[in-house]
């Protein structure tokens, strides 16, 4: 956490630690041994994530032909990789006081962008390397934890206008958040994540995908997927011309399906 200025850290070091249930998502989407029956066991003994995941399920951002009526449906159709990151993203909801005001939004826009960016990533990857989907799934639900610390800390030193000021000034929110706090959200959400256990692989790939041309090898696919998600929706802006033309740009420079992007963009921008 070296990079990240002191105050940053102590509100990390301060979240407590991921649900049981959580947890033991984790272990089954991580055990090639396991299966959707696994999975649909734990989901069920939780009535919150049941109810949200059906609901997720149902709602036309996914574009499935037929009503969901239970978890095992759900699971099937998501990936156990897509469930992860709804109970990921479910823990951070019930874990930290959600308050986006520094960056102009409200708390019910973060929930809608952090869906749309994860439905956005399962229509374009989910078609083109489901192994992929393994770390991005769960990686484009929680992108944006680390505005979730950065809007607090800007809170609690009373100075909304003058970052959200910045926000506005700026091309991009990474640039107002490195000039305010010498860093930029996704090196906070890889300390979160390092914090929480999480997988190493979708940690790095996070932290990367501030400038995934920096990224090993290994990493680059992921980092430049999960910026050009990014870059399409984020809390500046979602679909504009301007976030989409740097979304194909990222696509381009990474060799990425750009045909399939921009078939995503369309049936989610759409739904």
């Known amino acids: 956490m070296s990079t990240l200025n002191t105050e940053l850290v102590r509100r990390i070091k301060s979240l407590p630690p991921l649900p049981e249930s959580v947890v033991r998502i984790q272990e089954i989407c991580s055990n090639p041994e396991s299966g959707i029956a696994d999975l649909t066991k ?3 003994k939780d009535p919150m994530m049941t109810a949200n995941l059906l609901k997720a399920a149902n709602s036309p951002l996914y574009g499935f032909s037929r009503e969901i009526k239970n978890i095992s449906q759900a ?21 930290m006081q959600i308050d986006m005001a520094p960056y102009g939004r409200s708390a019910a826009d973060f929930s809608d962008i952090s869906q749309l960016q994860s439905a956005l990533m399962l229509s374009w990857y989910g078609k083109i390397d489901r192994e992929m989907m393994n770390v991005l799934a769960p990686a484009s639900f929680l992108d944006g934890v680390g505005e979730i610390i950065m809007a607090a800390e800007v809170i609690t030193q009373g100075k909304t206008a003058e970052f959200k000021a910045l926000v506005e000034g700026k091309a991009t929110l990474e ?3 490195q000039e305010f706090f010498g860093a930029v959200s996704m090196e906070v959400a890889a300390e979160v994540f390092t914090r929480w256990r999480l997988e190493p692989l979708m940690i790095r790939a996070i932290e990367s995908s501030h400038e995934p041309e920096k990224a090993d090898p290994e990493i680059k696919p992921y980092a430049y997927a999960l910026k050009a998600v990014r870059q399409a929706i984020n809390l500046k802006e979602r679909f504009s011309d301007t976030g989409l033309a740097a979304a194909r740009a990222t696509v381009q420079e990474a ?14 921008n759409l739904s």
């Open 75 to 95: 699971v099937s159709l998501f990936g156990m990789a897509t469930v992860k990151g709804f109970a990921l993203a479910g823990a951070v909801k019930s874990s």
């Open 175 to 177: 640039e107002a958040e």
């Open 255 to 268: 060799g990425l399906d750009e045909e399939g992007f921009v078939n995503a963009i369309k049936v989610v």
């Open 42 to 44: 734990v989901i069920d």
